[in-house]
T-cell receptor, first 112, second 114 residues
C-alpha cells in the first residue's frame, strides 16, 4: 500500500533559521499529500495539502511542493519561530481507502 | 472545516476497566475514523466508522477490545475494554470533510492505564 518516509528528529534550530523536513512517498497513482502539525498536548491540525503534481501547499509561512519526479513533499519555512516547536507529520491516503497513512513524525525544537 | 470535540480529554484508569470516548462533530459527515497514538509514536488507524454499518477494523484491532458505535452522522464512540497499561495512548477521532481525502482531527483523549 501507499507509504511515507520522514526524516528522523528531533530537529533543533535557532529562531529565524530555515527549516526543511524531508518527506518521500510511495503511492499508486497521484494521491493528495498532507502535512499535519501536533503542538504539545494537542491533537493534529492540518497544516497544508497538495492535491496534484507540482501543486504547492502553503500556510502560516510553511510551504511544500508535490514533486512526482522525486516522489517528495518536503516541508519548508524560511524563518522559524519558537511557537513552531511541534511534531510534524507527513501523510497520504492509504491505497484504495479513505484513511490516512502517516509518517513517523519529526519533532522540531526552536530555541530563542 | 469541521469542528470536532472529544470527551474526556484525558483520564487515568485502572487495569481491567473500560472507558468510552465520545467524538462529536458540528456537521454531518459520512466517514469517521479512530486512530491510536502510542507515546512518542505516529498514528495508527484502529477502525473506520460509517453511519448505519458496522465499523471496519484494521489488522491487530478487534471489535471485542475496541467496540465502536456510530448512531448518527455527527457522533461516534470508541470503547477501550478490559484495559491494560499497553492501552495507554492518545486516541483521536477524525472526519473526512467535504473535500475527499482531507481529514480533520479532534483534540484527542489522553488515556493512562495503571
Amino acid at each position: 500500500g501507499n507509504s511515507v518516509t520522514q526524516m528522523e528528529g528531533p530537529v533543533t534550530l535557532s529562531e529565524e533559521a530555515f527549516l526543511t523536513i524531508n518527506c518521500t512517498y510511495t503511492a499508486t497513482g497521484y494521491p493528495s499529500l498532507f502535512w499535519y502539525v501536533q503542538y504539545p498536548g494537542e491533537g493534529l491540525q492540518l497544516l497544508l495539502k497538495a492535491t496534484k503534481a507540482d501543486d504547492k501547499g502553503s500556510n502560516k509561512g510553511f510551504e511544500a511542493t508535490y514533486r512526482k519526479e522525486t516522489t517528495s513533499f518536503h516541508l519548508e519555512k524560511g524563518s522559524v519561530q519558537v511557537s513552531d516547536s511541534a511534531v510534524y507529520f507527513c501523510a497520504l491516503p492509504d491505497t484504495g481507502r479513505r484513511a490516512l497513512t502517516f509518517g513517523s513524525g519529526t519533532r522540531l525544537q526552536v530555541q530563542p | 472545516s469541521a469542528v470536532i470535540s472529544q470527551k474526556p480529554s484525558r483520564d487515568i484508569c485502572q487495569r481491567g476497566t473500560s472507558l468510552t470516548i465520545q467524538c462529536q462533530v458540528d456537521s454531518q459527515v459520512t466517514m469517521m475514523f479512530w486512530y491510536r497514538q502510542q507515546p512518542g509514536q505516529s498514528l495508527t488507524l484502529i477502525a473506520t466508522a460509517n453511519q448505519g454499518s458496522e465499523a471496519t477494523y484494521e489488522s491487530g484491532f478487534v471489535i471485542d477490545k475496541f467496540p465502536i458505535s456510530r448512531p448518527n452522522l455527527t457522533f461516534s464512540t470508541l470503547t477501550v475494554s478490559n484495559m491494560s497499561p499497553e492501552d495507554s495512548s492518545i486516541y483521536l477521532c477524525s472526519v473526512e470533510d467535504t473535500t475527499p481525502d482531507t481529514q480533520y482531527f479532534g483534540p484527542g483523549t489522553r488515556l493512562t492505564v495503571l
